[in-house]
């Protein structure tokens, strides 16, 4: 057996773009000549790539937001998509997909209950998009603590991949996966992927011309000569192939498909490296750091640098949590006169969300009592709430410099789409205390203004009655 092992990680994502008024994605100027980011990205990335066969050599990860508009828009490519997985199956008995949290959310700055939901959903999506259930999960931003890990250990997920400057210390050997034990005292292992290479992929377009370059110059002088088999891993955003980078499609297929190969490397990834080697060496984390902020996960709730004028990021993140706890409050009383634990059947909600089964159907199920026409639509409206109140948390709204911009704007739209439910159904007045909340946020370099945001989305769900 091949004792040099190559894995290329890819996380494909996009967040949810659909306005929730409509359901449907509105025009996005910048991605002229293409309707959306999402065609043009499709057109550039997801579909070259299926096309030429490289989702079954490379280690994987489909945003669930992203499978559910390729599950409506391109069928044919998930197919192809699931197919690749489906293929590594039967030749090694493991696949090579990971599945990833629902609403790409910063777990280390969710609730463990939070965390929990989005764990359950992202497994239910990947569960619905492949068919078997996954062995891994790329988390968000790799945004990590020890919860996070005991979540993922806790719902059955074995390993995921972080950034080495995430372990704490120096990696002993950064050819081998770890364990790392987790807050509830569970085990799940954990591969860190090479920086220098990652990067060298990611940002240095002139080392990704040739593969077979790339294989001989940057991969193969990475191993050292041991009997030892090691895994050498580099990891970055899918859509660098092609998308970000013109043609890195033909460069990706290329490297492994011959270009590795040639150079006495074998393409692997991880479950199918685990299947072959036992891991026994354990190694501690550092909480509370992701790949894209050297700052641990402030760009996600402060002025970190990263970005800046990012004075409004931190009272964002304070209106969505009080916009999360007036939701959470309306829904558990509510519900709760329905239902033995309301908590337990969000955590099962991705059955509607995911269409298997009607909100009808899955209601009267869940429920201890039989339900009033009244009773359904007002239970309907709060986990309709429930999963607008999780989608307001998607990371991208905190990611970029300026709040007037999509990302943060559409987040701000699933707060008030969430409200408007939540005070349709609950029959109670949540505006005025929500809209307060969104005082405090200014766009620092745009002056928009949260509360102006907030009033116009909510507005619109209103007048639409
Ligand atoms: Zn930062």
């Known amino acids: 057996m091949n004792q040099k092992s190559f894995c290329v990680h890819a996380h494909f994502y996009q967040p949810s773009r659909e306005d929730p008024l409509t359901g449907e994605i509105p025009i996005e100027m910048g991605a002229d000549p293409f309707d959306n980011w999402n065609e043009k990205i499709f057109a550039g990335c997801y579909g070259p790539n299926a096309e030429i066969g490289n989702f079954q050599k490379i280690s994987f990860n489909l945003g669930p937001t992203l499978t559910r508009w390729m599950r409506v828009k391109k069928p044919q490519t998930l197919e192809k998509i699931v197919a690749a997985d489906h293929e ?60 996070t890990l005991d979540v993922l250990s806790e719902c059955g997920i074995k390993f995921t991949i972080l950034a080495p400057w995430q372990a704490e210390g120096i990696i002993p050997d ?36 040739n593969a077979d370059g790339f294989a001989s110059k940057f991969v193969h002088p990475r191993f050292r000569n041991t009997d030892k088999p090691e895994m050498l891993m580099v990891a970055s955003d899918g859509e660098l192939y092609g998308h970000h980078q ?24 991880p479950a199918l490296w685990l299947s072959r080697n036992p ?26 640098g990263c970005t800046p004028n ?14 999360a706890g007036m939701i959470d409050q309306a829904f558990e009383s509510y519900a709760g006169q329905f239902m033995l634990d309301p908590w337990e059947a969000v955590e099962n909600y991705a059955d509607v ?30 986990f309709e709430a429930q999963v607008e109140r999780h989608r307001m948390f998607t990371s991208c709204g905190w990611f970029f410099d300026d709040f007037d911009r999509i990302e943060p704007k559409n987040n701000v739209a699933y707060a008030a789409h969430a409200i408007w ?26 002056g928009l203004r949260g509360d102006d945001v907030f009033g116009t989305a909510f507005y619109r769900f209103r007048n639409r009655c």
């Open 246 to 269: 013109a043609f890195r499609e033909k460069f990706l297929a290329r490297l492994l498909d011959g270009a590795l190969l040639n150079e006495g490397v074998e393409p692997s990834y």
């Open 279 to 304: 891991i026994h060496q354990t190694i501690n984390i550092r909480e509370n750091t992701s790949w894209s902020c050297h700052h641990g996960v402030e760009r996600w709730k402060g002025d970190c």
């Open 174 to 209: 950064p050819f081998q996966p770890y364990q790392v034990v987790t807050s509830g005292n569970r085990k799940i292992t954990v591969f860190f992927y090479d920086s220098g290479l990652s990067s060298d992929i990611s940002f240095n377009p002139g080392s990704t011309i």
């Open 310 to 323: 990012a004075s409004w990021k931190k009272p964002l993140r304070d209106a969505m949590h009080t916009i």
């Open 88 to 147: 590594n199956i039967l030749r090694f008995g493991v696949g090579n997909a990971m599945a990833q949290p629902y609403h790409h959310t910063i777990l280390p700055l969710a609730t463990r209950r939070e965390k929990l939901i989005q764990t359950a959903w992202g497994i239910a999506d990947f569960e619905r998009t492949f068919g078997r259930k996954p062995d891994g999960m790329w988390l968000p931003e790799t945004a990590v603590d020890l919860e």
């Open 421 to 446: 439910l939540a005070e349709r159904a609950a029959e109670i007045d949540l505006y005025a205390e929500a809209i307060n909340a969104f005082r405090p946020v200014v766009g620092g370099k745009s």
């Open 353 to 382: 969300l995911l269409d298997k089964v009607s909100a009808d159907e899955w209601l009267a199920d869940k429920s201890n009592v039989a339900l009033s026409i009244d009773q359904k639509m007002h239970l309907k409206s709060l």
